[in-house]
């Protein structure tokens, strides 16, 4: 198998997997900022999104569980810009993502989706620390999806 280093290598890879592996991605993709956020109904998400045997109805229970806390969390960071409540509100965003059933993401590509709420979520806790490194989310997840290929 080819090795990932960009992301039209990614969104190919992505779309070669079936709803379970995306889950199975998109956990590993939330779980690499999942510490960014502290809300259980998120890290509950990724539990769910890593148990193969989910059931239809936990998915949609997590997803909208994690829905709420998307929006829970889009109400705190508001309009003062709390740049950590920010990016707890995009690992939120990416773990309903994540979890959604079949057609009931809003979100054009879910697993795409997922990807981009990732990389958002470190660009604000960046921001938030007031650290001007770069933003190596991407890097991380090309080796993310390297080793899920791979295993």
Sequence with gaps: MSNIN?????????KQLDHKQLREAGADFVGS????????????????ARNSDAS????LAAYKS????TVDSRTRCGADCNWEEQAAHFVARGSAAMVAPE???????????????????QNCALIAADDDS????????YRIMNDYLNS
């Design 6 to 14: 960009n992301d039209t290598e990614l969104r190919q890879a992505l």
């Design 56 to 59: 239809d109805d936990e998915l």
């Design 134 to 141: 770069i933003n190596d989310e991407s890097e991380n997840q």
């Design 103 to 121: 057609g009931v993401c809003k979100a054009a590509d879910p697993p795409w989706q997922v990807v981009m709420s990732c990389r958002m979520a």
């Design 66 to 69: 994690a829905r709420v806390a």
């Design 33 to 48: 900022v999942l510490h960014l956020c502290s809300d259980q109904r998120v890290s509950h998400a990724v539990d769910v």
